[in-house]
């Protein structure tokens, strides 16, 4: 079957790329799958363990700052390697996130998903590392984008089984339960996974240019980690409390919570595919600056509406978000060099989740004060609108653009 001119990259992908694309798409399927557990479970958690609203915030909170643990192990894959790094991941993420299915409390959940969800993490950070690496110049958005409708089945896989949640108030434990399948990918990665061709040859330059490198990255790590500090303040907020929102407040089944999610995220990875096509032909800048506030604004009314009005708000606010992700995402890799390219990553991740803490933190106390969802959601829309300015003002053009010479590798 021939697929439409805006479903390909614009570049021929070798052999090898193919490969690299099908590996490191299994990859952020279980990434996905660890990142999205506690976020899809913790209001069915809650409910055995009687946790308020407040609480469930703090406990998303710390399993964020878990990401600490992906500092360390992101920069020695800047040193060791990407692809040992990542088998590693791919196998311990999975195990560690299962323990959740046999939690005696809620502490005990949180502590094991603050392990677990970084370490998937860390994972998603390598992933995107080594497809930005790999990808000719015209494509590496499109891949973006790709990786992304990918990394959105594995976490569908989550949300697919929250109906097991409806069978007993203990039966939310079997969705962890189903983290064990994501052992089948680390396999695949152990047998079949090269390392990145680019950190082979560049690994012994950067590692002599160090103090280029630092120069080269204090210049761009402001500008992103803002952006996505800013973003992350709005959107963490809205993924967690969302089906919160729809369990107590339209009164929806974990069936149906599962069907909102899939049938609002559904085209949302058309977005990302047609998004990673124009970022590529047309350029990313606009496309990201545009698409954040607009996605923002119509999901923040989608927790202010009710019936059909809701289900098509947040149709058409994930769609926006997902026309901007690859626009925005291929900046993190393609404006540093090699040998920093991916603890520059881990550094921007920890950014983004510092930001969305705080936004979990602060609704959770509002709406335990009385605050309605659709009133904090619309106030936090402020910080994406602050976040595209940032990207109108501050971000450069990349489309078309070697990665030697945005990286400043020549």
């Known amino acids: 079957m021939r697929l439409p001119t805006w479903a390909k990259p614009s570049d021929t992908l070798t052999p090898h790329q193919r490969r690299i694309v099908i590996l490191v ?71 560690v996130c299962a323990l959740g299915a046999v939690a005696p409390n809620y502490i005990f ?15 998603d950070i390598l992933i995107a590392v080594i497809a930005i690496e790999e990808m000719p110049r015209n494509s590496r958005a499109y891949v973006t984008g790709l990786l992304a409708v990918l990394s959105g ?10 109906p097991l949640a409806d069978l007993g108030l203990r039966s939310w434990r079997l969705i ?18 090269p390392e990145s061709q680019r950190f082979v040859q560049h690994v012994q330059t950067h590692r002599v240019q ?22 992350n303040m709005y959107i963490a907020t809205g993924s967690i409390f969302q089906n919160r929102y729809l369990k107590d407040e339209r009164g929806y089944s974990a069936l149906l919570v599962a069907l909102f999610t899939v049938a609002t995220s559904a085209p949302a ?9 124009i970022a590529d032909e047309r350029g990313r800048r606009i496309l990201g600056a545009t698409m954040v506030p607009l996605g923002a604004f119509l999901l923040g009314i989608s927790f202010c509406v009710s019936g059909t009005t809701m289900w098509v708000f947040a149709v058409i606010g994930g769609f926006a978000f997902g026309l901007s992700y690859p626009a925005l995402a291929v900046y993190r890799g393609e404006l540093f060099p090699t040998g920093v390219r991916s603890l520059a990553g881990g550094i921007i991740m920890t950014a ?28 936090l829309v402020v910080a994406p609108v602050i976040a595209s300015i940032i990207v109108w003002l501050q971000y450069p053009e990349t489309a078309h653009r070697e990665l030697d010479e945005i990286s400043h590798e020549n």
């Open 153 to 162: 089945a594995g976490a569908g896989v989550a949300v697919a089984a929250l």
């Open 176 to 193: 962890y339960a189903v983290s064990l399948v994501w052992l089948l990918v680390a396999f695949a990665l152990m047998k079949w996974l």
């Open 269 to 277: 990875s058309l977005g990302l595919i047609i998004g990673g096509r």
């Open 109 to 123: 959940l949180v502590a094991t998903q603050t392990v677990g969800r970084p370490l998937g993490l860390t994972l």
């Open 25 to 95: 798409s299994l990859a952020s399927m279980s990434a996905a799958f660890t990142n999205t557990l506690f976020t899809q479970t913790v209001a069915f958690a809650a409910d055995e363990f009687g946790i308020s609203r407040s609480a469930q915030g703090v406990g998303a909170a710390i399993v964020r700052f878990g990401i600490l643990i992906s500092l360390p192990l992101v920069a020695l894959a800047d040193r060791r390697g990407r692809r040992p790094i990542m088998i590693a991941l791919a196998w311990t993420a999975p195990l």
């Open 210 to 231: 160090r103090t280029e490198l630092l120069r080269i990255i204090r210049a761009n790590l402001f500008r992103i980690c803002s952006v996505v500090f800013l973003s």
């Open 352 to 379: 983004a989740l510092l930001g969305g803490s705080i936004g979990l933190i602060g609704a959770g106390r509002v709406l335990d004060a009385g605050a309605s969802y659709g009133a904090v959601m619309m106030w």
